[in-house]
């Protein structure tokens, strides 16, 4: 049986997104502090223009426990007050548990 959890992470079409800063400096700090709760890694998708979200990260957990305790954590203001410096959009978080895979 399939286990894990998956929280994807949206930015919308059309808003400000600094990737190199993304990369280099926000997603680090993301698997700095939330790697010791859970994250076993992150993939970035940046979509075409005709997609409906500019932006996708999707980060992997070793159940949806751990990414409740690292969300309700202390670092998680950190995370998502460093948005601003790389979009002026609001990402949307959705987070599940794996059911299935290959």
């Known amino acids: 049986m399939p286990s894990g959890a998956t929280t994807t992470v949206l930015y919308p ?6 990737m190199n800063y993304y990369l280099t400096s926000h997603m680090p700090l993301v698997k700095k502090h ?10 970035v998708i940046q ?6 979200y500019s932006v996708q990260a ?3 957990w070793g159940s949806k426990a751990e990414f409740d305790k690292a969300a309700g954590g202390e670092h998680t203001a ?11 959009g609001k990402p949307i978080l959705i987070t599940g548990e794996v059911t ?3």
């Open 13 to 18: 079409k059309g808003c400000k997104f600094d």
């Open 34 to 43: 939330w790697g010791p709760a859970g994250l076993k890694s992150y993939k």
């Open 47 to 52: 979509f075409p223009d005709d997609a409906d």
């Open 58 to 60: 999707t980060l992997e």
């Open 78 to 88: 950190e995370i998502m007050g460093d948005v601003p410096n790389f979009s002026d």
């Open 100 to 102: 299935g895979s290959d």
